[in-house]
């Protein structure tokens, strides 16, 4: 029965349970989002170690700040503005140097099935360009767009970069009119 509860209560509510000593509250919080914070990571993240390291780190600061935690702000927007700090300190710790290319999708698109058309999309040519563009954004314009197609709005995106609403529409745009020419899409 308290299982099925922790399925239907809001992510807030859980966070609240979990404060006050409920295990199976966070367990459900994290088994919500482990999937979308680990890809909002990876994709930032040029090493599976440091990656993990990334989201270990997220996770527990979950744990720590439980007890102080409040709501201004959806659960999830809260959690990935944490992984964003931490994705901040590894960036510094790497001397802001330009993410790579990752190795492993980019095996995945030379690898992957060469039936479709050089303008498809789903076209390892075409993959291997999005994929190339997407590395050579600015940090901000590149967290930015996997923020928006992660589903977050812009005011929570704003939240989690601490940036204003405008600016995120900005870099979004940007981000968004480099991608296209690589695409080669046009209007």
Request: charge should be positive; glycine fraction near 4%; aromatic fraction near 10%.
């Amino acid at each position: 029965m308290l299982r099925w509860t922790t399925k239907l209560m809001r992510d807030e509510a859980l966070m609240r349970r979990f404060a006050d000593g409920d295990m199976r509250a966070f367990e459900a919080l994290y088994a919500r989002h482990k999937h979308a914070l680990y890809q909002f990571v990876r994709r930032q993240c040029d090493i599976d170690a440091e990656c993990e390291e990334v989201v270990q780190d997220t996770w527990l600061a979950v744990v720590r700040t439980a007890s102080t935690y409040q709501v201004s702000a959806k659960f999830r927007t809260w959690l990935f503005r944490i992984a964003h700090n931490r994705l901040v300190d590894y960036w510094r710790s790497h001397g802001y140097s330009k993410r790579q290319l990752m190795i492993e999708l980019d095996e995945t698109v030379h690898s992957a099935q060469t039936g479709s058309t050089p303008g498809d999309v789903s076209s390892p040519l075409v993959l291997t360009q999005l994929l190339t563009k997407l590395s050579e954004l600015p940090e901000e314009q590149t967290e930015t767009l996997l923020l928006r197609a992660a589903g977050f709005s812009y005011a929570e995106i704003a939240t989690i970069t601490d940036s204003k609403q405008e600016t995120v529409k900005s870099r979004l745009r940007y981000a968004t009119q480099r991608m296209r020419v690589t695409a080669g899409v046009t209007s």
